[in-house]
């Protein structure tokens, strides 16, 4: 196919820079999955200088909506489709709307069933194409907006198609890993697991509790992890650049989130993908993503025993840890590797492109 013969499609996002959450990682992603069976353009309202994302550069708005509004409508005109990365980025296709011009949005979550906003219902209803990152927050919307005839379900999955290369099991003291920016830390479970630790590091005194991740509310993190009794059994690293991760991943022995507004969990998928355990939650999408009893454990957010007691038996128990790592990368090979992810979006798209 050369490029003249491959449809012409613009990824229109909040965010395209990397480090900045997962709407903005599943809008690299779709660049990265679409860029071998179209010609991709790549718009980022909020990013302040371009990147290079899979051989497409990215064009940066530096927080001016009105050119960024204008720049769509460009887009519109030259016939190219608009897939936008969530239904705020997507009220930009005030031109298209007029011009009766389709486009698919993806929906994430949080901001379609909690406080959900009436524009946001209104663009994600017209849109030709709605992307749904799991079953459950299709369910989720639905509540909340009726049935969409045109939602696609389409998991999503890492970056690497590859698994890391492997090494020697980690040694030092056990660690627990939590990586996430701490936007809310009442949302994602820091606070259940900083209340929880100084009973965990009661029965196993040399467990450690590694929280990696920005966000506006990094300081009072800091401050609840240095409050706690069990203080020095926790690091708050903050953000971490992602060449230096995959040291921090190979150390982990079990990765931890306990989230209440997961529409899917991306960071499950990158646990897997290092052949570490994940323990979730029952309160959102993430057992959707971990199997319980398989990949790791599923537990109630307000089962703080339950909590304890999963964290301490995989962290006491190295080979049984390691088992259900093991499970988890075959979890994250058939279903969450890149390929699986782009085979996904590519068919969800096909007809529509």
């Not at 940066?60 to 980025?89: H, M, Q, S, V, W």
């Not at 060449?243 to 969990?265: C, K, N, P």
């Not at 088992?323 to 996904?344: M, N, T, Y």
Request: with cysteine; glycine share 10%.
């Amino acid at each position: 196919m050369t490029i003249q013969d491959k449809p012409r499609i613009t990824v229109s996002a909040h965010d395209l820079a990397a480090g900045q959450g997962g709407i903005c990682r599943v809008a690299r992603l779709s660049v990265k999955a679409l860029a071998d069976v179209a010609s991709v353009h790549a718009l980022a309202v909020n990013d302040r200088v371009s990147h290079e994302i899979a051989g497409v550069h990215t064009v940066p708005f530096k927080e001016n909506r009105l050119r960024f509004i204008f720049a769509n409508g460009r887009e519109i005109l030259g016939g190219r489709r608009i897939l936008y990365d969530f239904p705020g980025t997507a009220r930009a296709h005030i031109l298209g709307r007029w011009l009766g011009h389709g486009y698919a949005v993806w929906i994430h979550g949080y901001e379609m069933w909690e406080r959900v906003r009436p524009d946001y219902i209104d663009v994600a209803m017209a849109a030709d194409i709605v992307l749904v990152n799991s079953r459950y927050t299709l369910e989720r919307t639905e509540s909340c907006t009726g049935r969409i005839p045109q939602a696609r379900i389409c998991w999503l999955g890492t970056e690497d198609d590859l698994p890391p290369p492997p090494t020697p099991a980690p040694e030092g003291p056990p660690m627990l890993l939590f990586v996430g920016r701490s936007d809310d830390l009442f949302g994602k479970g820091q606070d259940l697991l900083i209340d929880c630790w100084p009973t965990v590091v009661s029965k196993v005194p040399d467990a450690r509790l590694v929280f990696v991740g920005g966000g506006s509310e990094l300081g009072r993190l800091k401050e609840l992890a240095g409050q706690s009794s069990a203080r020095g059994n926790i690091d708050v690293l903050g953000f971490v650049p992602e060449q230096a991760m995959d040291r921090i991943w190979r150390s982990a022995t079990v990765f931890a989130m306990l989230g209440r507004y997961e529409g899917f969990g991306l960071v499950f998928t990158e646990a897997m993908r290092y052949s570490v355990p994940v323990i979730a939650s029952i309160d959102d999408a993430s057992s959707e993503i971990n199997v319980d009893g398989t990949t790791g454990f599923n537990v109630s957010r307000s089962d703080a025993s339950g909590l304890v007691d999963r964290i301490v038996y995989l962290i006491s128990n190295r080979d049984r840890a390691a088992e259900f790592g093991r499970a988890g990368h075959a979890h994250w090979q058939e279903h969450f590797r890149f390929s699986r992810f782009k085979a996904r979006l590519q068919k969800s798209l096909s007809e529509w492109l």
